[in-house]
């Protein structure tokens, strides 16, 4: 056998690093900020902290840079990437998914989409809409199973000017 182990999720382990996911807490707000600072042009911290509150977020910390799933003295390790989810009806929809610079490309953000899907086993799909022209993000989406639904023109206008959107779907098993 070569090469590291995946894990359940497909997320390649690189030597302990996976990622660990918890729940958001108020604790973890100032954090949660800074990822979305960097993440977004116009950041909704309104729509942020609403998610935490209602238990609709979740976070990724980094396991191996806190030596465990507790950091020293047994603190929380930081957040490194969090994602907000709504779930209504049949579907799931992904507001948010940001990872911190630094620490992409690490299984964070893989390891939040399947845990959200592990916490609403009974919807039928994922949703999320992401900027038409953001390859890098799409490129994401899709290696992750979604697949474009519809093009949302004028979707969003949070640098004023307006830029086209697309919304993308995933079905659950």
């Known amino acids: 056998m070569t090469g590291a182990p995946t894990d359940p999720d497909g997320t390649r382990d690189t030597g302990?690093?996976?990622p660990v996911v918890r729940r958001a807490t108020d604790d973890d707000l100032s954090r949660l900020r800074a990822i979305q600072?960097?993440?977004?042009?116009?950041?909704?911290?309104?729509?942020?902290?609403?998610?935490?509150?209602?238990g609709l977020a979740l976070v990724a910390t980094d396991r191996a840079a806190a030596g465990g799933?507790?950091?020293?003295s047994g603190l929380r390790?930081?957040?490194?990437?969090y994602t907000l989810f709504?779930?209504?009806?049949?579907?799931?929809y992904v507001a948010e998914l940001a990872v911190a610079p630094g620490h992409r490309r690490r299984g964070h953000g893989r390891r939040l989409?399947?845990?959200?899907?592990?916490?609403?086993?009974?919807?039928?799909?994922?949703?999320?809409?992401?900027?038409?022209?953001n390859e890098r993000a799409r490129a994401f989406y899709e290696?992750?199973?979604f697949r474009e639904a519809q093009q949302l023109p004028d979707h969003y206008d949070d640098t004023g000017e307006a830029a086209d959107g697309v919304l993308l779907v995933r079905d659950l098993e």
């Open 69 to 72: 799933t507790d950091g020293p």
């Open 77 to 81: 390790p930081e957040p490194v990437g």
């Open 143 to 145: 290696s992750v199973g």
């Open 16 to 18: 302990g690093a996976l």
């Open 86 to 92: 709504t779930a209504d009806g049949e579907t799931v």
């Open 37 to 54: 600072a960097a993440a977004f042009p116009d950041p909704n911290r309104t729509l942020l902290r609403t998610g935490v509150r209602a």
């Open 113 to 133: 989409l399947a845990a959200v899907a592990a916490r609403n086993p009974d919807h039928a799909a994922l949703r999320l809409t992401t900027r038409a022209d």
